[in-house]
């Protein structure tokens, strides 16, 4: 997989940044996250990397408010969103996904993907009117997850049951609920876990024109470097729940700090 390059995005579509200023979280006597800061751009996709344990899904909990920061701020654009709830912060544009795809196996693929947009609408309503849709909205719920279907090349397995797909095509269910959702900034969770090669060069290609085309920023964490450089335009490096290391695709992996920590002989394969 070649590097591309960063995604040129129109400033008057872009999305917000999402800023992580100086967090640090606790369980108990085990400090899971350090100060760490980090500033993940509008069209852009930024990297987060590190070893099992360094605190990488600690850092996208606390932003989409699974934990609650001992101290720091999360901002998304120019609102701050430590202190909120999860569906405060998934209306106002924020949304993930994790290591553990998260889908309706007995569903089908466009049913899935439908989800997405009726919990936007849903979450835009009180009380009892969460619990039902209107007919318009139902059909334009189908519609929107019909195009992120075609976006993600799974237009034709819109009908298969999820629990029949490969893992690349779950991986890929997974994003397009995601689009149908209409998130301002997406946090992706070693999204290429379980794809092969072809399938990460497909994943890979969909997520630049993704970030291009809509402006959205996206922070990857990830264990395949070759995804990595491919796709991203910076790079932060936590170990130990630090932030050890922060830079370009290229400065990160010829860094003697990050290859000690983490790459290795990695990083000279890949580069």
Avoid at 108 to 125: D, Q
Avoid at 137 to 165: F, I
Avoid at 191 to 214: C, K, M, N, Y
Wanted: proline share 3%; with cysteine; aromatic share 6%.
């Amino acid at each position: 997989m070649s590097a591309a390059p960063a995604p040129t995005t129109n400033d008057a579509m872009a999305g917000p940044d999402l800023v992580v200023d100086a967090l640090t979280v606790r369980f108990g006597g085990l400090v899971a996250g350090d100060n760490v800061s980090l500033r993940a751009r509008a069209g852009m996709i930024t990297g987060l990397i590190g070893p099992n344990g360094a605190g990488k899904t600690t850092t996208f909990n606390a932003c989409t408010g699974l934990n609650s920061p001992s101290a720091g701020t999360v901002h998304l654009g120019d609102r701050r969103l430590d202190g909120h709830s999860t569906s405060w912060r998934a209306r106002l544009g924020l949304g993930r996904t994790f290591q553990r795809m998260e889908l309706f196996d007995t569903m089908t693929v466009r049913e899935n993907v439908a989800l997405g947009r009726e919990a936007l609408v849903a979450g835009r309503r009180r009380g009892l009117g969460r619990l039902f849709s209107t007919p318009a909205e139902r059909a334009q719920g189908l519609e929107r997850a019909d195009e992120a279907l075609e976006w993600c090349g799974l237009g034709h397995l819109a009908d298969a049951t999820v629990g029949d797909l490969s893992t690349g095509h779950g991986r890929l269910v997974e994003l397009a609920r995601a689009m149908a959702s209409e998130f301002r900034f997406l946090l992706l969770d070693e999204p290429s876990s379980g794809l092969d090669v072809s399938e990460t060069d497909h994943f890979a290609q969909i997520l630049l024109d993704l970030v291009a085309r809509q402006g959205i920023g996206i922070l990857l964490v990830e264990h395949d470097m070759a995804l990595v450089r491919a796709v991203c335009s910076s790079m932060y490096v936590l170990d130990f729940g630090r932030l050890i290391y922060e830079g370009t695709v290229a400065d990160v992996l010829s860094s003697e700090i990050v290859k000690g920590a983490y790459l290795g002989s990695e990083a000279a394969e890949v580069a």
